[in-house]
């Protein structure tokens, strides 16, 4: 058996991300603690799976979100979550004062993205 277990994203406060993480899915914060050079991460997710939220010692990356990530090879373009409440949490997302965009029914279910407060792309998808 083989499984995806995390991913790893740097962000500008590992915190403020994780909680809305947890907002909008029903997460929970696995471990947070000093990081690589001396960085901080945030773990947050299920118990079988999670996001790591990575930032720097000095916190001084450029904060500057790439135009289109779908272009920067290498380049982290979403992060899908399952979900058995789209409208759910769409209604959060649009409470957050995010956007939804590029809503479609496809074959095997219903989809719709955004992108937080730091650029990162989340494809919210639902199989029910």
Request: glycine letters at 10%; aromatic letters at 10%; charged letters at 20%.
């Amino acid at each position: 058996m083989t499984r995806l277990e995390h991913v790893n994203v740097t962000v500008p406060n590992p915190a403020v991300t994780a909680q809305m993480l947890i907002d909008l899915f029903g997460w929970h914060i696995r471990w947070e603690g000093v990081a690589l050079n001396d960085g901080f991460t945030v773990q947050v997710g299920t118990d079988d799976s999670y996001i790591a939220l990575y930032t720097g010692p000095d916190r001084g990356h450029d904060q500057t979100p790439p135009t289109d990530n779908y272009l920067q090879c290498g380049g982290l373009n979403h992060i899908g979550v399952v979900v058995d409440d789209l409208n759910g949490v769409a209604a959060r997302v649009i409470a957050m004062g995010l956007k939804t965009h590029s809503h479609a029914d496809y074959e095997p279910g219903k989809r719709f993205y955004f992108n937080d407060p730091d650029g990162v792309e989340y494809e919210v998808v639902c199989y029910a």
